[in-house]
């Protein structure tokens, strides 16, 4: 492990798509600011997988891992990803690099949203996320899933007012169906977790903020394989 970690940590930051770039860098640097961040984004990675059609096929295996060897050969400690449509990607990664932390962006969310209720509504802005994350859930919870369609398009045009309403009325929609707790899928959705939490009285988490103290939490506690 890099010698870093004793004081300034270097956690590398794998992004597909650029709007989660801002909330993990504001949570990281409000939350772990000794923490030493390095940014890689490569926003055909979602673009690619909404479009082809073949899902988590082998060549998107190779590319995570391709990602994933970088930020290793540049000295980082751990390994954060922030787009959870990649599940199983990362998962395989993970059983690559068994001395290093490696974190699902969903990991620490799905563990705090299955202890606060047994009916979680889960809201996603991007489809192929409800496709690869309701499997990484307990099979003791009830999933109700939903995608608020139209908010990442709003989002991406600079209009994060009505991509914040349009993730509320999925997240009311949720709530009617008897959903205990709100989870919001992705890391560009944090933004939303205020309005989502009062439109609907329910308890709401976000990706981020459960991500990067779960990520803190194993970096200190860390013991390598031998």
């Known amino acids: 492990m890099n010698a870093t970690v004793a004081n300034r940590p270097r956690i590398a930051l794998i992004h597909a798509l650029a709007l989660s770039v801002e909330p993990i860098n504001e949570v990281m640097a409000r939350d772990w600011p000794d923490a030493t961040r390095m940014n890689l984004l490569d926003d055909s990675l979602s673009a690619d997988l909404a479009a082809s059609g073949r899902g988590l096929d082998a060549a998107m295996h190779m590319r995570f891992q391709c990602l994933a060897q970088y930020a290793l050969d540049c000295g980082s400690d751990a390994i954060l990803f922030t787009c959870s449509a990649f ?102 959705m944090a933004r939303a977790k205020s309005l989502v939490e009062r439109s609907t009285g329910l308890p709401v988490l976000s990706t981020v903020d459960s991500a990067v103290a779960e990520l803190k939490r194993r970096l200190n506690g860390f013991a390598p394989s031998p």
């Open 87 to 188: 599940g199983p990607c990362i998962e395989e990664i993970a059983r690559l690099h068994p001395s290093v932390p490696v974190l699902k962006p969903n990991e620490a969310m799905i563990q705090g949203a299955s202890a606060l209720g047994r009916r979680v509504g889960l809201v996603a802005t991007f489809a192929p996320t409800l496709e690869s994350m309701p499997a990484e859930f307990p099979p003791d919870v009830t999933l109700e899933c939903l995608l608020a369609e139209g908010a990442l398009a709003a989002l991406n045009d600079g209009n994060g007012e009505r991509h914040d309403q349009l993730i509320a009325a999925a997240a009311l929609k949720l709530a009617a169906r008897g959903c205990e707790v709100i989870a919001l899928a992705q890391f560009s």
